[in-house]
Structure formats: C-alpha cells, structure tokens
Nanobody
C-alpha cells in the first residue's frame, strides 16, 4: 500500500492551500487517516484526523482554519488549509491505517509535501 501526497507549495500568510493524498495498492478498507507535519528542528506533530465514518479531530493550533476530508470511493484524504500562518511552515505527511486485501492491518505513510508560508 502506498500513499502519494501532493499540493504543497509557497503561499503568503493569510492564503490557502489544499493538500491531497491518494492511497493505492491491495486495499480492503482504510480506517483512520491523518495529516502530520514536521517543522524544521521540531518533532512531528498530529495536525488532523478523520475516522472511517468521517468524524474529525484537529490540533488546537489549526482548529477553525484547517479542514480534513476523505473520499472513501477514491481512497483519498485532503487537507484544506486556510488563513495560513508562517508557523504552519512544515513538511506535511499523510498517514493511514489500512486493512489490506490479505486482511493485514498496516500503517502507511506518504512521502511528505513541503508547505512554506511567507510573512
């Protein structure tokens, strides 16, 4: 199972970006999906989560600005980021808990996409 993230880039403070992540491979079902981020010199942190039934949770730092969503038919997860701040600058990673076609549960990571917010 592979996750491919896209959508990062350079944006001015106050702007918006949308990240997307597509899962491929022998997937039976995708359970929870997450977006993490890692800023330079900092630990990776959980930004947003969405369950298989689309209930969501957010880090306090992004509540009201970021929205996570998923399309179960396409095995994708997205992160709409609005009102971006310089402190949102980081490499963003998607993560998914996947039940494979062979009924193994695995955790899969995307390759990361860089988001840079200029002041």
């Amino acid at each position: 199972v592979q996750l491919q993230a896209s959508g990062g880039g350079l944006v001015q403070a106050g702007g918006s970006l949308r990240l997307s992540c597509a899962a491929s491979g022998r997937i039976f079902r995708i359970n929870a999906m997450h977006w993490y981020r890692q800023a330079p010199g900092k630990q990776r942190e959980l930004v947003a989560s969405i369950s298989s039934s689309s209930s969501t949770n957010y880090a306090d730092s992004v509540k009201g600005r970021f929205t996570i969503s998923r399309d179960n038919a396409k095995n994708t997860v997205s992160l709409q980021m609005n009102s971006l701040k310089p402190e949102d600058t980081a490499v963003y990673y998607c993560n998914a808990n996947v039940l494979t076609a062979t009924l193994r549960t695995i955790e899969s990571w995307g390759q990361g996409t860089l988001v840079t917010v200029s002041s």
